[in-house]
């Protein structure tokens, strides 16, 4: 059945247009015959279980961007962002001249092919999580969250391209001559024009790009009446290539190679969630409040355990040995066209306080 | 109240149709519970959409709202949001344009096969979303701003506007949306 119904928010569909409609799908329910319903036991509810929403992608391909202007001037496409002011006063109009997802092999966005995002047997989730579960005490907890991390017995290796079963923990294949693999190719290539001055191209492209083990939390802080947060980024790629050439990038020079990129980025943890808030002259805040300083006398002069409060001492222990409040930062080999700058590590950064706050810059 | 009379003929139109299930009538019996269980779903869903927000302005017009031929005032739609108690609030400003897709498919599917492997051990069904290829979006805008009142007309009102998005043209959308139960219990 083909139906095209066009809309407008200014349409009011009057009472009698509704009953007749509602009239006719009921009328086609009820001649479809009814099963009985029976009530089900205490024994037999008991064993049903509440599960939250798997959402895998299959065949995915996603592009848009902007087309060069035709020779009447129209263009076909176009994605803009803008309403963002520089610091002296002139506009800075963002134009997206490509935004892709695509399966690897895409040649930086030239060739795009389909892939998958998210496997069957560990897929997206969304689900309302038990907050005792994850350390958020007596909540429920809305959770978006990228394929798990596995056991490395059952996984592969997050950044090789060409990873085999049991060389890693994540749980994203790569794409093989037979398979088209959960890992796909990303970019985004942008104009930023601020004023009148169109020169700055910014192209951002990654290979084989694996986000398992990322999510975001989000509950209620009671206390503060507030919408609170858990954020961890875990972001992989063989090859992040950033170039500022022109738009198409092909006879680009300079390009900029992160090799062996790995980002592993936590925002917000159990002690120290994210506070969303918008303050009172309409400004954007994010906030990671300071975790509270121990009284005097929690922890001995020498900060040894045996001369302090244990539960406060394991308590800062805690917070500052968990690996998993902690961000890394790690590149392979990072080169400008055709020098080599070796590898960077930036590792068990910790943030403690966080405050982000926009501001209006117009007049 | 403003009527859209196209809008209500093609409704209808549509309830007339879902409402003949085929061109001759035949005399309808009653399944038993044992006739019933052997029957299963099959088919889908075969959408075609074309949706238009504001395109030539909302229903209200005030100080702040207006018809988009005038350049003073907004025609898109206003969504606000609180993240805090008496805090400020998020909002999608100037929502506005038109989108429209055809062949958006929804139907219930067994996988046993494919996906490397994975459809094998997985072996149940899901709601499949087949993407429509292309979406045509015809002058689509939004804001995103953060404002110090819900509406633009209550004292006080401040608003910070972070950025805009326009989009205009096809955008490919390729494959199929997957959705099974999984997770915590």
């Known amino acids: ?363 | 109240m403003t009527t859209n009379a196209p809008a209500i003929v093609s409704l209808l139109i549509c309830a007339v149709a879902l409402s003949l299930p085929g061109q001759a009538t035949a005399e309808l019996k009653r399944l038993d519970d044992q006739a019933l269980g052997d029957v299963s779903g099959q088919g889908g869903i075969y959408l075609s959409g074309d949706v238009s927000i504001n395109e030539l302005g909302g229903p209200i017009e005030n100080s702040y709202f207006g018809g988009c031929d005038d350049t003073t005032r907004k025609c898109g739609a206003r969504f606000a949001y609180r993240l805090k108690e008496n805090g400020g609030w998020m909002v999608l400003d100037d929502i506005r344009g038109n989108f429209a897709f055809e062949g958006l498919t929804l139907r219930v599917r067994t996988i046993d096969s494919g996906f490397g492997g994975d459809g094998e051990l997985f072996k149940r069904d899901v709601l499949e979303l087949g993407l429509p290829n292309t979406v045509r979006f015809n002058d689509v805008r939004f804001k995103i701003a953060a404002s110090s009142t819900a509406r633009p007309t209550d004292p006080g009102f401040r608003q910070t506007d972070i950025f805009s998005v326009g989009m205009q043209g096809e955008v490919v959308m390729e494959g199929n949306l997957l959705v099974f139960p999984a997770g915590n219990p």
């Open chain 1, 1 to 363: 059945m083909f139906c095209r119904v066009k809309t407008q928010s200014r349409t009011v569909i009057p009472r009698w247009a509704m009953i007749l409609l509602a009239g006719a799908w009921i009328t086609v329910y009820s001649s479809q015959g009814w099963s009985e319903l029976e009530s089900m036991n205490d024994a037999e509810l008991s064993e049903v279980d509440g599960a939250g929403l798997g959402i895998v992608l299959e065949a995915f391909k996603f592009s848009h961007g902007t087309d060069v202007p035709d020779a009447s001037g129209d263009q076909a496409r176009i994605f803009k962002i803008g309403g963002i002011t520089s610091t002296d006063g002139r506009d800075v109009d963002i134009t997206v001249n490509h935004l892709y997802i695509s399966g690897s092999g895409s040649n930086y966005g030239r060739n795009l092919g389909p892939v998958n995002l998210g496997r069957l047997i560990n897929p997206y989730r969304i689900d309302v999580v038990d907050g005792n579960t994850i350390g958020v005490a007596d909540k429920a907890v809305l959770e978006f969250a990228a394929p798990a991390m596995v056991n490395p017995a059952q996984g592969f290796d997050c950044i090789s391209a060409s990873a085999v079963l049991g060389s890693g923990s994540c749980s994203s294949r790569p794409a093989t001559t037979d398979y088209i693999g959960e890992r796909p190719d990303v970019g985004l290539q942008m104009n930023v024009a601020v004023g009148d001055d169109r020169s700055a191209n910014i192209n951002i492209h990654a290979v084989s790009a694996v986000i398992d083990g990322s999510y975001l939390r989000l509950w209620g802080d009671n206390d503060r009446r507030q919408m609170v947060g858990q954020f961890k980024l875990n972001f992989y790629s063989p090859e992040l290539s950033i170039h500022a050439c022109d738009q198409s990038g092909e006879s680009c020079g300079s390009r900029v190679l992160l090799k062996d990129f790995a980002l592993e980025l936590a925002i917000g943890n159990e002690l120290q969630p994210v506070f969303f808030d918008v303050d009172g002259a309409g400004n954007f805040v994010v906030e990671v409040a300071a975790i509270q300083q121990p009284a005097t006398g929690e922890i001995g002069a020498d900060g040894l355990r045996g001369s302090s409060a244990p539960a406060t001492w394991d308590f800062y222990e805690d917070y500052y040995t968990n690996p998993n409040y902690r961000s890394n930062l790690r590149i392979g080999n990072f080169s400008v066209s055709d020098r080599d700058f070796g590898s960077m590590r930036v590792e068990g950064m910790l943030i403690q306080h966080l405050e982000i706050r926009t501001r209006d810059l117009a007049p």
